[in-house]
């Protein structure tokens, strides 16, 4: 009888068949108890994955339903800006925050905005147009991206739609804290916005969250996220360069409309950096234990590998087995009569 990692081999004239290896040791006439796993465990795991393995079939089998992930995603980001309501006081705090920020970004080498907004102002037609790029160009580029990722079924997308989730909340409480009027409400700037699309300011006028929420710059931010978020898509290195354009686009027009300071530019890498690292610590906490795994249900294909029989080392498998002419003992009975 030769030993096995789980288990033993005889050989016997009928070929070779393996033996557990509790039966070696057991006493005659006994019963050996054979262990399987918890099924509590599973059950629970299996329960959890229920919902979210629906929901990937129901994804796989009508591709358009992948693309109602956008309305929570719209949900949450109008609910979080919604809350600036219960804010008392912005408009006076944010009168009054201007000139600090303002003299912060002087400092920081900010002073060339106002000649910028300037020459902005006495060219109306190209004025139009950065106001019209400051209105829209945010909301669509997300959008298209957003789709983007959930067309070429990016693995990332839970990863950066959660980023963006976040940007909006870090953005909500650096306003709930300290708001801050934008330039052109000050007298030494000029609201290009306005000028060109007088609806503008009636409908900021009305959400103190887009009219006091300047320090971080989230159209800064969102430009940045776009273009992170563009690197799943693109694979041609130029390609992933020419992406950063758009945020570079974005910094000239908020600081030529004079929407956003110097210093609202600066910090919104340091509001995405932050928004990554909240999306992505529950997978870093799982991978060093301090969160449960997720286990997903196991499918048949998955299920059937795991049950395999394992082949142990120079030793045939089941369908290998050799006939009762080709064992060991039939082979030394020949040996034998020689």
């Known amino acids: 009888m030769t030993g096995g990692w789980c288990a033993s081999v005889t050989h016997t004239g009928l070929g070779t068949r393996p033996v557990h290896r509790a039966a070696r040791t057991a006493p005659p006439g ?24 629906a929901l990937r079939r129901a994804w796989s089998r009508h591709a358009f339903l992948r693309y109602a992930q956008i309305i929570p995603l719209g949900l949450v980001l109008w609910g979080l800006d919604a809350l600036d309501k219960f804010r008392a006081g912005a408009a006076a705090a944010g009168i009054a925050h201007a000139p ?5 970004s002087d400092q920081l080498g900010g002073g060339f905005a106002e000649p910028l907004n300037d020459w902005l102002a006495a060219h109306p037609v190209i004025g139009a147009a950065a106001a019209w790029y400051y209105i829209l160009a945010h ?31 870090i953005g909500l409480a650096a306003f709930w804290l300290y708001p801050v009027a934008p330039p052109r409400m000050l007298p030494a700037y000029h609201d290009t ?7 503008f300011s009636s409908v900021m006028e009305n959400n103190a969250a887009a009219e006091f929420a300047s320090l ?27 992406a950063w354009l758009y945020p570079a686009i974005t910094v000239a ?40 795994v997720r286990h997903r249900p196991r499918g048949p294909r998955s299920a059937a590998r795991v049950q395999a029989p394992v082949r142990l080392a120079g030793l045939p498998g089941p369908r290998e087995a050799p006939e009762a002419g080709a064992s060991g003992l039939g082979r030394a009975e020949p040996e034998r009569q020689r």
Do not use: E, Q
């Open 30 to 53: 006994s019963r050996i108890r054979r262990t399987t796993p918890a099924a509590g465990a599973g059950a629970r795991s299996a329960r959890g994955g229920h919902l979210a393995t």
């Open 216 to 242: 971080p710059s989230l159209h800064v931010v969102w430009a940045l996220w776009v273009a992170v978020a563009a690197g799943a898509l693109l694979r041609h290195p130029a390609l992933r360069a020419a």
């Open 253 to 292: 027009d908020v600081l030529a409309t004079a929407n956003h300071y110097l210093l609202d530019v600066i910090t919104a890498p340091a509001v995405l950096l932050l928004a990554y690292a909240i999306a992505a610590s529950p997978a870093l906490a799982r991978r060093v234990g301090l969160l449960p």
């Open 139 to 169: 909301g669509a580029a997300v959008g298209i991206v957003g789709l983007l990722l959930i067309w070429r079924r990016a693995p990332a997308f839970g990863l950066h739609r959660n980023a963006l989730i976040a940007c909006n909340a």
């Open 100 to 104: 600090v920020v303002a003299a912060i």
């Open 193 to 199: 916005a306005a000028a060109a699309v007088p609806v």
